[in-house]
């Protein structure tokens, strides 16, 4: 299950919202009661989302999350950027399979 933040912001992609603020555009908060977090405060230009609508995210959301893993695995296993220049000098060949590997390996969705 995706994250209500993560919801929020497929949400707001979908009305023409490209970023979102977690400090000063919406705020979230959650009482512990095990209700899970809710929208405290909603300062943007287009409606607040029903929770309908933000069940409708739910699977982009989830598509997003699961990106944001491989992308963070992939940026670990790529290393350091110098040492990719120094990489690419010796055998650009070599880099590109090693990259593509690293690709192969962590597909997004």
């Known amino acids: 299950m995706a994250q209500l933040s993560n919801k929020i ?4 992609k979908a009305n023409g919202v490209s970023n979102v603020d ?3 555009d919406v705020m979230l908060q959650d009482d512990s009661d095990g209700n899970g977090a ?3 405060e909603w300062n943007l230009d287009i409606a607040q989302p029903t929770d309908a609508q933000l069940s409708a995210q739910e699977s982009a959301a989830d598509t997003e999350e699961a990106n944001n893993v491989v992308r ?3 940026r670990t296993a790529y290393g350091d950027i110098g040492e ?4 690419i000098y010796k055998d650009i060949n ?4 090693r990259i593509k590997s690293i690709k192969d390996n962590n597909p997004k969705s």
């Open 22 to 24: 977690f400090l000063k």
């Open 72 to 74: 963070s695995t992939r």
């Open 38 to 40: 809710y929208i405290k």
């Open 9 to 12: 912001k497929e949400y707001c």
């Open 84 to 87: 990719q220049l120094d990489e």
């Open 94 to 97: 070599s880099w590109k399979a």
